[in-house]
Structures are given as C-alpha cells and as structure tokens.
C-alpha cells in the first residue's frame, strides 16, 4: 500500500474520529449525559488479509473506545462501540470487491442504524451487527491458535 494511502485510510478511518469525539466531547460532560458512538468492524478484531491498515485503524478504534469508556467513568457520558461485519455500501466496490463471496452475507445500513440505536436505547457498551459476529471475537480472546487456524481456514 503507497504511503498516500496508508495516510489516508488512518486519516479517515481513526483520526477523523479521535478528533471528531474531541469536538463534541467537552459539552457531552459539562451536560452530563450523552453517548459516543464509535463504528468499529470485525476488522478489528480479526485482521483482514490485503486490509491491514484498515484493520489496524479498526482495532485502534476498539481500544480507544475502551480507555475513553474507563476516561469517562462518572461524567455521565457513555460510549458504544459497534462491531459491524461486512456492510452492503459502495465501500466495498471501491476497496476491489474483497466480499463478494455469499457467506456472510452482507448486512444492510439500515440493520447497523438499528443495533445504534438498541445500543444507545440500553446504554450498551458494545455490540456486534450481527450479533453471531461475537463468537469468532470471544474465542480469539479465550483461544488465539484455534481462533487462527479457523480464520486461516475459513477467512
């Protein structure tokens, strides 16, 4: 990947948002309440092949989620992040095409719009569009070499 590029994926991707939350931020605390809502991808969570920057960006997100999450402790102000698999948007035409394959489907922006707004509704610090997407998640945290061999296996 050209450094323009890799520039411009960490641009959009992680530093539009890092400033974005800075923005909003200080008037969410000084009223007390409120919720960042971050879009985070299974990307994330597992690297993707031929999208490593954008995985790493995903990931970064994830963790900054976290510690803003524990940041934010007592203000008021919560933070979700959303753990969305392959959405069906021109994204993936201009990236090449990397799901073209049938399983998983594809989910539509209306359904990512829905689980936001359940999140935000339940005060849920993160969720998973769809919600099946947890399982690969939580068995890479409690069995990375299983995890690995599955994803190598079935991508």
Not at 35 to 50: E, K, N, Q, W, Y
Request: charged share 25%; glycine share 10%.
């Amino acid at each position: 990947m050209p450094h323009t590029d890799i520039d411009r994926v960490l641009a959009l991707d992680l530093n539009a948002t890092l400033h974005l939350v800075r923005e909003v931020l200080p008037s969410m605390i000084a009223a007390g309440r409120g919720r960042v809502v971050l879009l985070g991808s299974i990307a994330g969570c597992a690297g993707v092949p031929d999208e490593a920057v954008y995985s790493a960006a995903k990931a970064a997100l994830a963790a900054f989620s976290e510690a803003l999450r524990r940041e934010l402790r007592g203000t008021g102000v919560g933070v979700t992040l959303v753990v969305a698999g392959a959405v069906d948007t021109p994204f993936h035409a201009r990236r090449g095409g990397l799901h073209d394959r049938p399983r998983p489907r594809r989910i539509t922006p209306g359904c990512v719009a829905g689980a936001v707004w359940e999140a935000v509704r339940e005060n849920r610090d993160q969720v998973y569009v769809p919600a099946w997407l947890a399982l690969p998640d939580r068995l890479r945290a409690l069995a990375p070499r299983v995890s690995r061999h599955l994803l190598s296996r079935f991508g």
